[in-house]
């Protein structure tokens, strides 16, 4: 008994670095994009498509996933997952032309998209129920860890090795995490109908490809353009097309019995709104110490490190608290600490020390380390061994179109703010266009022309703009507090 129970926390700790490798992903390559425009000769179209054609695919391919691991095994299929995210690792590592990254790319999402859901979807098949809120608080952590350590790493890297080598730090977490599943992981599979639900999958793959597209063309191209309202549309179109053709087939490929649990329903919205806050922070802080702060990039990912530190604490702790007062006061918990760290952080002036964003971030990542281990839980509570595979993949694949929602709406936010506020009188057009462009442009224009007053101007808005950000970021945790506490139930 002893040995199986060593053995389940092993898989568990090997899966747990896979996931650290996709955490990585996420984030490293956006310090090589500079690096790859000169080496690749890639175009700014180019350069956008080496981020998101890995969430494209990583958002569309959640939920067949999560099918392939029910009907085929969910061990055959994470270390199918693995290999492919390993081999792509290698092309993307040694791509000459931007179209290999882009496919090297593509191909690393759909790795992703095996791996994510299926590791998380041995746990109610693995831990018993008491077992299980400490399980997920390991899976959770190794999987936001690796967002804020992408940078770190990167940095280095970067500074002292060829671009290619964001990748192949890949190659040996998913060696460790390949010979831990192969050896000590049992196969298990669900209770799926003979009959494929094509109709099913492929409305639910181009329903979210096409919102997640919009939703990134938004960040890009902003609100009112035509192009991202239509694909969002038609996305939202597709996955209520989805749903009901789900509601008739005989064989369906997500259980519509999953959306009438209170317990999957309300967890998974409690856990996209706390990935809807996360990835808003994510987005707006390196900007502001490698802007504002003027720090290098290595140097913003060690400034984060203070939101890592809340979130293993704080995700330490969930486990206690839900022992003691359930889920559903646990999240409320955890949103009331979060509201208040970004409550704090809107108030950041332009001469702000360190240490009120240390502070900030600190009760940020306690009340995220608080609340989403809760809020998984919740959802994954109302998940059998037959349902865990496609039920795991639905709750991740909403959590990633919250957390794609929130770099677009709150990234919405900051660019308008931060233009709104600029003064660009008696500045160069030259100078003036880069400013407008982003925050680092105008940091980087102003040093070039030796202009204190269009430094002090971007700084000025950008910091004004963040506030207008996290208030936003605040007010959307503020209506999960509410949702809280007039839908979900008590569950000890």
Known sequence: MGNQLKQRWWVLGALAVGILAVGLDMTVLNLALPVLATELSATNGQLQWFADAYNLVFAAALLPAGLLGDRLGRKKMLTAGL????ISSLVCAFADLPWELITGRVFLGLGAALLVP???SIIPVLFSEQERPKAIAVWMTANAFGIPLGPIIGGWLL??????SVFLINIPLVLIAITAVTILLPESRGEVGKTLDLTGMTTSILGLVSVTYGVIEVGEKGWWSAGPIIAITAGIFLLVLFINCERKARAPFVDPALFRSLSFTWGT???TIVSFAMYGVLFVMPQYFQGVKEVDALGAGLRILP???GLLIGSQFADKLQSRFGSRITIIMGFSVLGAGVGIGANTGLDSSYGLAAIWLTFAGLGIGFALPAAMDEGMS??????????SALLMALRQVGGTMGVAILGSVLSTGYRNHLDLNEISAQAAELATHSVSGGVSAAHQIGSSALLNTVQYSFVQAMGTTLWVCGGVVLAGIVMAFGFMRTRN
Do not use: H, P
């Open 83 to 86: 290999l492919v995210f390993g």
């Open 118 to 120: 299926l590791s998380m």
């Open 159 to 164: 500074d002292n090795f060829w671009w290619g």
């Open 269 to 271: 919205i409690m856990a």
């Open 307 to 309: 939101l890592v530190g």
């Open 382 to 391: 109302a998940l059998t061994e037959k349902s865990s595979g496609v039920g």
